[in-house]
């Protein structure tokens, strides 16, 4: 009989423990804490009576298709809903630039798969999105974190390390993977100055970027900034893998996302996905063209904006009153997105606070979860898409009064 | 700008091609052509309105819920519809013993990545499943093949490899892969007596076994033979991962399957979903525990049955009467499933018997991909789930007139 199953294990997986934030959510179960941990949408914010129609109108019209086996890179259907929805963000692909995927979680373990080799170097922001991390991180690469500013990456930074990469002082690097718009976790966005900067290096350096852009059309004040794929195909580049989802503009539960890049590595993307998945749900998949063709995008994305730019208002608003006093507190001003990012005196380890906020109902993720290396532990990734307008000024009260203890 | 991305990619996916199969698909989209070639299971076993009451109810009780992120292992009315479901298979699991997949496919890659490294090996049959070679390929194991005998696995040659492994003439094995019932390709079952034989060397050489399972009710003659998992369960072993879908039993388009084993097997197998999916969607989920709940199974796969036995008894009697004066070719008359495997005389390469089927518009699977090495090339895989009772005459005709110019 089999005991130590472990040793059979590879040595990728031996010692991968999966996403911390994870193993934190069953702290989290009471329902009477007001968490600030889980990056889940508001269901206020879901089209349901269009999402129920086009399901029954699927179901009605095609259903031997819809439950059967369909292609692996996608539904036709859908392919040219984000043509054509990609236009509105002056990104111009065709069909062979484009794989569907089963969420964006799924297009980041194909990024991981394609470029990866244990001991092989990627570069990212500090911090970074730890769905990301624990997806690169089955490869067992080595992390090369590269500090973010109020304006984005340290593009002087990532310079530096692409030099010591060149002359062997590091390894070099597979891609550097960065969240332009209101980052998770820390809710920064990165300016046009830097974005061009990045392509810069990226074509000096001959090393692609992954643009990961989950929260894109949901700005809430200023003006968009374009995006690093569509800068590079102003400038004739191919030398960016573009990873979206329909899980913050849509819903989640549809499980249904795209990456773009250059056809050599779609292509080669959907050979992995036809190996790990072979293919996406029809239904799902036909949602989301349901979605694109027929809403009103326009209305439906200022819908979900004016209602998280409230919420976004209130807790900045309570970050104010109860935070503002406390000497060596900061938090950063997202313009759009689902976090933002506290920071605390250095003494304060928020791995602990954690326990002691649960204990005074109300839970955040400890910063340290959004580290490739040597994380930092002085920090918070705050949640405001999902609580009540009402939960986020208490919860913000509860945290104050743990903070308070310690400063 | 880049041009040469493929520099840049993995060790492991550089030279990884995907499925052959996949490729050659591309030549049968002509209507004219009657394809024995894919593996689709026929929209009239489909429970239509079941499904469809399903989704209508799901969608208008819990909506919110069903759009949101889910949890990473499934859904607890999954878990429970599945646990009740195995227990009419002899297997008595707990939650911690399963593992929600979004596909067999999935579950397959799920195991290639839990246990192979570069250059292990694993052991299979020959021929054995393409979609299974594929998702282990993508870790770049070393397949070692164990004959096929009319009654499954060649249990000496097995213990033979095993016995070489041992003894450092072939590297050691991380687990062996078998598809007992109606095995796809060959359609084959293996005995009561081979399954406990198996068993027997897992144990001695404590070595798992991933059983394979997704044809498993759809038997259409003969007594079921228990299942690896349930007689290693019996002899209190832990020995047996189980692989499960519900594309063949409900429909493939959900995209729903599960994995069973032991905690330590399964809770890892998690871990990895969570980086490599998160979730798998809840509508798909609340589909299948609808399905294993509400509808009567001993009915519905009792119509499945009788309805594919029809097509098996069809195409057997054409091949007796098409094939049966051909000189050097047999094939197998398999008691279940979707496949049977028909072997012609060596001289011939079925993978350009192919192009020239095409031409007189019928298809099949060449056999040389369903070998993980060495590949013998004169093989079919022929599939009689999908076609229509008159295409699967009319077929095998045009099949006997394609090999009739060679033999």
Known sequence: ?????????????????????????????????????????????????????????????????????????????????????????????????????????????????LFLDPGDSLILERPSFGGA???????????????????GINIANLHKKLEESKSGAIPPSKFIYVIPDFQNPSGITMSLEKRKGLLDLSYEYDIPIVEDSPYRPLRYRGDSIPSIFSIDQDRKGTNVIGIYTFSKILTPGLRVGFNIGASAVIGKMTNIKEANLLNTPKWNQDICAIFLKEIDLDKHFKKMQDYYRKKLEKILTALDEYLGTIDGVSWTRPDGGFFLWVTTPPSIDTMKLFYEAVEEKVAFVPGEASYGENPEKNHMRINFSYPSEEQLVEGIRRLAKCLKRHI
Not at 17 to 24: A, D, P
Not at 38 to 57: H, Q, W
């Open 1 to 113: 009989m089999r005991k130590a199953w472990e040793e059979n294990f590879s040595k990728n997986i031996r010692d991968f423990k999966g996403y911390s934030i994870g193993k934190l959510l069953q702290y989290v179960k009471d329902p009477d804490i007001i968490s600030f941990a889980v990056g889940m949408p508001s269901p206020d914010t879901f089209p349901r009576e269009l999402l129920k129609s086009a399901s029954e109108r699927i179901l009605r019209e095609d259903i031997d298709h819809v439950l059967q086996y369909s292609p692996i890179p996608g539904e036709e259907s859908l392919f040219e809903s984000i043509i054509d929805f990609l236009k509105w963000d002056n990104i111009d692909i065709k069909k062979e630039n484009i794989l569907i995927t089963s969420s964006g979680q799924h297009g980041l373990d194909l990024v991981g798969r």
């Open 133 to 151: 991390l624990v997806a690169f991180e089955m490869e067992k690469p080595r992390f090369i974190g590269v500090d973010l500013e109020e304006d």
